[in-house]
């Protein structure tokens, strides 16, 4: 069965400008959740979206937004850049049974904001 | 109060070394625990899942949970270097919380 699957692999912007980044779940996965990853916060949740709904979302400023398909995969926005979003964006699958399954991440799409 | 905290390290072992890494949680009501492991420039890969409290052994690795005091393990026995990798622990409330992660290099 094929892993999560993150695309670009690697991104440079330049402030105020806008990405969108996509993910494709494991198939039979319809939890897709988001995180941003830097050295000093570490793992930050996003939001996590369950059949094209947003279930739960992090403390991220509305500049971050995404959506889901109803092939449950995934993609998010981020608008305006700023430097400070240069990161490691993560992607993570699961069966979407609140509590009862484990993740399954991504490799990654690495942003470079300058 | 953060939901888990965890050393962030980092360790350095010898090869054949006795691993631990730990974690603690806020929350009594989280139910299941996990370990991940992430190399440099990857996204983190499922080690360990747990559910109660006890011990689960895989191979040279075993979870260890404490739900009592709130307390979660990994250990590792006989580490080698390709265990070099950035280890961070997850609980499951109403969504997935994670430790800042452990960087662990073993020395050959």
């Known amino acids: 069965k094929a892993g999560v699957t993150q695309t670009p692999r690697y991104l440079i912007k330049t402030r105020g400008q806008q990405v969108t980044l996509s993910c494709s779940p494991i198939s039979g996965h319809r939890s897709v959740s988001w995180y941003q990853q830097t050295p000093g916060q570490g793992l930050q949740f996003l939001f996590e979206?369950?059949?094209?709904?947003?279930?739960n979302k992090g403390n991220f400023p509305g500049r971050f937004s995404g959506r889901q398909f109803s092939n449950s995969r995934s993609e998010m926005n981020v608008s305006t850049l700023e430097l400070g979003d240069s990161a490691l964006y993560l992607c993570?699958?699961?069966?979407?049974?609140?509590?009862?399954?484990?993740?399954?991440f991504g490799p990654g799409t690495r942003l470079l904001v300058l | 109060q953060k939901e888990v905290e965890q050393d962030p390290g980092p360790l350095s072992v010898p090869e054949g070394a006795i691993v631990s890494l730990n974690c603690t949680y806020s929350?009594?009501?989280?139910?299941?625990f996990m370990w991940y492991r992430q190399y440099s420039r990857k996204g983190p890969e499922l080690l360990m899942y747990t559910y109660s409290s006890g011990n689960k052994e895989d191979g040279r690795f075993t979870a260890q949970v404490d739900k009592s005091s709130k307390y979660i393990s990994l250990f590792i026995r006989d580490s080698q270097p390709s265990d070099s990798a950035t280890y961070l622990c997850?609980?499951?409330?109403?969504?997935?919380?994670f430790g800042t992660g452990t960087s662990l290099t073993v020395i050959p």
């Open positions: 929350n009594s009501a989280f139910q299941y």
């Open positions: 979206y369950f059949s094209e709904t947003q279930r």
């Open positions: 997850a609980v499951t409330g109403n969504q997935f919380y």
């Open positions: 993570a699958s699961s069966l979407g049974d609140r509590g009862q399954e484990t993740q399954y």
